[in-house]
C-alpha cells in the first residue's frame, strides 16, 4: 500500500522534520531521533520555553530552572476533533481536523506570543503518548515549527531527573503520536456512529464509546449472574478440641477442627439432616490427633505499584475511588511543598502498567531497609518483578517513591490527609517489594474421631469413621511483612487468620468441647467495585493506564451503573443500552475485539503497523453493521419508576425518571403538567437541628453524596458522612455518623471514633 506523502494533519511530520508517521506494515520501526546532548545545563537557559501540561507541574519545574528559562502550563490539551461534526474525513486516510477549543483560545495565544519570543522550545509534556500527541498539539498550534524545538521527559519531578532530561533531548516519537491520534479517531468513529443511533431507539443524551461500552458489558453480565444464581444449602461441622491436661485448658491448648472425611470419603454435609447424622454418629466419640504434619513456606512481596493496582490497593485500604486516587497521586507526581527542601516531586509517573525499577532506586531502598530493619531483611539481589498486564507499556518504572529514604512521617506535615495516606501506601509497597520474602511455619493435623474401641485399634487415621482437619500458620520470620501486606479483596481470606496451633503430638487424646454444626449458602460471585472493575479490564486487556479512571466515572456519569455500598449496580438503562449493543453489535463490543484493538494500538506505538491501514481494516465492518443495526434495531422504551409522591400542581401521580443528573421525579401528567423535582433518597433519620424535617441524600455539583434536611434552605443542617439516630454516649450529641468498616460510628460533637452501632432484636 502506497505511503501518504501529503503534509496534513493526520501526519505528525511537519515538525523537526521527522519521519512521516504513515509508513507500509512491513517497515522496520525507526529509532527516535536523539538530539545531540547540548552544553545547556541548569541555569544557563537563556531565552528558552520549556511548556508542561499543569500549572503545578510548572511551578515546580520553574523552581528548578535557573535565569533565562520560562516555564508554562498548556492547561491540559490545547487541540482537539470539533464536537459538533465527525471531524474525520474517511475518504482522505482518515484525516482529522482538529480544533482549539474556544476555552482553550486565550492559553493558545499567550503561548504562541511566548514561543515567537523564545530561542528555543522544551515540550515536557508527560512520558506517554497522551503526553507525546499534546507536545505533537504544541507545535501546531503555537507554529513552533520553524523554531528549535526539542522533546524531554522525565518520570520524576526533581532537580536531578529535571537537569538530565533538559540535557538529553529528542525528537517527537511520531509512532508514539500515531498510536494516540489512530486511538482518537478509533474513538470519535465509534462514539459518533453509535451514540445517535441510542438517541433514536432509546433516549436522547446517550453515549457508546469503545472501551467504555465493553466495561458495561462486564459489569451487566455479572449482574445477570448474580441475578440467576441460586443458592446451595451446605453445612459444616466443627469440633471444638482440646489438649487433655486434667484441669480447665488454657485458651491456648484449644483449637478447632473442620470436619474433613466420613467413611473414607470427603465430607459433604448438603442438609441440616445430614449434619444431624454426623453430630449423632460423634456421640461418645473419642478423639485423637492422627497425623501432623508441619513444613515451612515463603511469602513473597507484591510489586511495586502499577496505575491499577494502586487504583485497586487505594479502594481496598484507603476507601477512594479510583478518579480520586488519580487525583492525589497527580499532586503527589507534580510536587509538594516541602518547606527547607523546597519544591519536590514525592512519586515517580502514576500512569503505568510497567513494574520496572531503576537501579539506583533499588539500592536507595536496599540501604533504608538495612538501616531501618536490619541486614537480614535485604534480599541478597535485587528482586525483579515480570508484567503480568496484556501489552504492558506506557511509562518505563513503576509507581515508586522518588527518594525512599524520604519516609511517610519526615513529610506528613507538608501534606493533605489524604496525600499522606496515599504516599504512605506508595512508600510502604515499594519498600516492602524489595525486601525479603516472610517465613511462614505452616501446620495440618488430622484428628481420628469414633468409638473409642475403634479408635484404639486404629492403624491408620484414613480408616477412621471421622476425620478432622486442623491448620495452622503462624510467622517465623516478618519479612517484607514487617512494612506492609496486600489487601484483600471479598471473599479472600488469609492462611494467617487461622494462627497457631497448640503443640500436638500424633497419638495423643483429645477432648472434645463441643461440636458447632453450622448452616451456609453458597454465595454468587461478588458485583464489580471500581477497583475490582479495573482489575477486571487490565486481565482482559481492555484500556489502558491512562483510560481506567475516565472509564468508570463515564459509566456512572452516564447513569449505566450507580455506585450502592461501593458496589456497581447496572441500572435498567445501563442494562439496556449494553443488551442493545451486543445484539447489534456482538464484536464491535466484544471484550476479546476490544482487547485486540488495544493490541494493534500497541502495535502502531511501536512503530511495527501503520496506523491509516488499521483504521481501514477497522472501519469498513464497522460501518456494514452500523447500517444494519439502523434497519433491524427497535425503539426501546424505558418504563417509568412508580412512586409513592403526589404531584403537588394537578394531584396525579409522580414518577422516577432518569435523566443527565440522574433520577428525578416528575409528573405522570407530562407534557401536560411539567411539574419535576429532585428524587430525595431518605435514611429514616429526624433531623436534629430543627426536628420538622427528615434527613435525605442529596449530590453536589460535582457528584458526591451528602446528607440535609428536606426542608433546606429553611433548615441548613448538612453532614458528609450518613448521620445515625444514636445519641453519642460518651457526650450525649443526639447523633452519630457511619465511619470506617461497616457497623461503626463516630460522634460529630466530640471526635470520638471507633464506637460500635448498638446491636439489636
Known amino acids: 500500500m502506497p505511503t501518504s506523502t501529503r503534509t496534513r494533519a493526520a501526519t505528525p511530520a511537519a515538525a523537526n522534520g521527522v519521519a512521516p508517521a504513515v509508513k507500509p506494515k512491513t517497515a522496520p520501526k525507526p529509532k527516535p531521533k536523539t538530539a545531540v546532548k547540548t552544553a545547556t545545563a541548569v541555569g544557563g537557559g537563556r531565552g528558552k520555553l520549556v511548556i508542561v501540561e499543569s500549572p503545578a507541574k510548572a511551578k515546580t519545574i520553574g523552581k528548578y530552572l535557573g535565569a533565562g528559562y520560562t ?90 531527573a529535571v537537569t538530565e532530561a533538559i540535557a538529553n533531548p529528542r525528537d517527537i516519537d511520531t509512532d508514539l503520536v500515531d498510536a494516540q491520534q489512530a486511538r482518537r479517531i478509533l474513538d470519535r468513529l465509534v462514539g459518533y456512529g453509535v451514540s445517535p443511533l441510542l438517541w433514536k431507539k432509546v433516549k436522547r443524551g446517550l453515549s457508546a464509546g469503545r472501551v467504555q461500552s465493553a466495561a458495561l458489558r462486564i459489569v451487566v453480565e455479572r449482574e445477570r449472574e448474580v441475578l440467576a444464581f441460586v443458592p446451595q444449602e451446605y453445612w459444616s461441622l466443627d469440633a471444638e478440641l482440646a489438649k487433655r491436661t486434667g484441669k480447665e485448658p488454657r485458651k491456648q491448648d484449644t483449637f478447632k477442627a473442620s470436619l474433613s472425611r466420613v467413611a473414607g470419603k470427603k465430607a459433604e454435609l448438603k442438609t441440616g439432616w445430614e449434619a444431624q447424622e454426623v453430630v449423632q454418629g460423634l456421640e461418645g466419640a473419642a478423639y485423637r490427633v492422627g497425623a ?20 485497586q490497593e487505594a479502594s481496598r485500604k484507603l476507601g477512594y475511588a479510583v478518579r480520586r486516587t488519580m487525583q492525589i497521586a497527580q499532586g503527589l507526581y507534580e510536587g509538594v511543598d516541602l518547606g527547607p527542601a523546597g519544591t519536590q516531586g514525592l512519586i515517580t509517573y502514576m500512569r503505568t502498567d510497567s513494574t520496572n525499577v531503576a537501579s539506583s532506586a533499588q539500592q536507595a531502598a536496599r540501604a533504608v531497609i538495612s538501616v531501618r530493619f536490619g541486614p537480614e531483611y535485604v534480599p541478597e539481589k535485587p528482586p525483579y518483578y515480570a508484567k503480568k498486564s496484556k501489552g504492558a507499556q506506557e511509562a518505563h518504572e513503576a509507581i515508586r517513591p522518588v527518594s525512599p529514604q524520604r519516609d511517610p512521617a519526615s513529610v506528613k506535615p507538608f501534606l493533605s490527609a489524604q496525600q499522606f495516606k496515599l504516599y504512605q501506601l506508595i512508600w510502604q509497597r515499594f519498600v516492602a517489594s524489595q525486601m525479603r520474602p516472610a517465613i511462614l511455619d505452616q501446620t495440618a493435623v488430622d484428628v481420628a474421631a469414633g468409638l473409642p474401641a475403634v479408635i484404639a485399634a486404629l492403624a491408620d487415621v484414613k480408616d477412621a469413621p471421622y476425620v478432622f482437619r486442623a491448620n495452622g500458620s503462624v510467622v517465623k520470620f516478618p519479612g517484607f511483612m514487617a512494612v506492609y501486606q496486600a489487601g484483600r479483596d471479598e471473599g479472600e481470606t488469609d492462611e494467617l487468620e487461622k494462627g497457631a496451633l497448640p503443640v500436638l503430638a500424633e497419638g ?63 441500572t435498567e438503562l445501563g442494562m439496556v443500552v449494553s443488551d442493545l449493543l451486543v445484539e447489534h453489535f ?115 455539583k460535582k457528584g458526591r453524596a451528602f446528607f440535609g434536611c428536606e426542608r433546606y434552605p429553611a433548615c441548613d443542617f448538612v453532614a458528609w458522612n450518613k448521620p445515625v439516630a444514636t445519641p453519642c454516649p460518651r457526650c450525649g450529641s443526639p447523633y452519630m455518623v457511619e465511619a470506617g468498616r461497616k457497623g461503626q460510628v463516630k460522634c460529630p460533637a466530640c471526635g470520638q471514633e471507633g464506637l460500635e452501632l448498638p446491636k439489636t432484636g
Open 292 to 311: 501432623v504434619t508441619s513444613k515451612e513456606t515463603q511469602r513473597r512481596p507484591s510489586a511495586p505499584f502499577t496505575t491499577s493496582t494502586l487504583q
Open 71 to 160: 516555564v508554562k502550563a498548556s492547561m491540559g490539551h490545547i487541540r482537539d476533533l470539533p464536537k459538533s461534526t465527525l471531524g474525520v474525513d474517511v475518504d482522505d486516510d482518515f484525516a482529522p481536523r482538529y480544533l482549539v477549543p474556544r476555552d482553550k483560545s486565550k492559553v493558545v495565544k499567550e503561548l504562541k506570543a511566548s514561543v515567537q519570543k523564545a530561542r528555543e522550545i522544551i515540550l515536557a509534556t508527560d512520558p506517554d503518548r497522551e503526553g507525546e500527541a499534546i507536545a505533537w498539539h504544541l507545535i501546531h498550534a503555537t507554529e513552533a515549527a520553524g523554531k528549535t524545538v526539542r522533546r524531554v521527559v522525565f518520570h520524576e519531578i526533581t532537580p536531578e
Open 508 to 570: 495423643e487424646d483429645l477432648d472434645l468441647r463441643r461440636l458447632l454444626p453450622e448452616q451456609h449458602f453458597t454465595q454468587p460471585p461478588p458485583r464489580y467495585t471500581e477497583a475490582t472493575l479495573v482489575k477486571a479490564l487490565e486481565e482482559q486487556g481492555i484500556g489502558r493506564p491512562s483510560t481506567y479512571a475516565p472509564t468508570v466515572a463515564t459509566l456512572q456519569a452516564r447513569a449505566y451503573v450507580a455506585v450502592e455500598e461501593k458496589k456497581l449496580h447496572p
Open 586 to 700: 456482538p464484536n464491535l463490543f466484544d471484550v476479546g475485539f476490544t482487547s485486540q484493538l488495544e493490541g494493534e494500538l500497541d502495535e502502531i506505538a511501536a512503530g511495527d503497523r501503520a496506523w491509516v491501514p488499521t483504521m481501514r481494516e477497522f472501519y469498513g465492518p464497522f460501518t456494514a453493521t452500523l447500517a444494519e443495526a439502523e434497519r433491524t434495531m427497535e425503539r426501546v422504551r424505558i418504563k417509568d419508576e412508580p412512586s409513592d409522591e403526589v404531584c403537588d400542581k394537578c394531584q396525579r401521580p409522580m414518577v422516577i425518571k432518569l435523566g443527565r443528573f440522574g433520577k428525578f421525579l416528575a409528573c405522570s401528567g407530562f407534557p401536560e403538567c411539567r411539574n419535576a423535582k429532585p428524587l430525595l433518597e431518605r435514611i429514616g433519620v429526624e433531623c436534629p437541628t430543627c426536628h420538622e424535617g427528615e434527613i435525605v441524600q442529596r449530590r453536589s
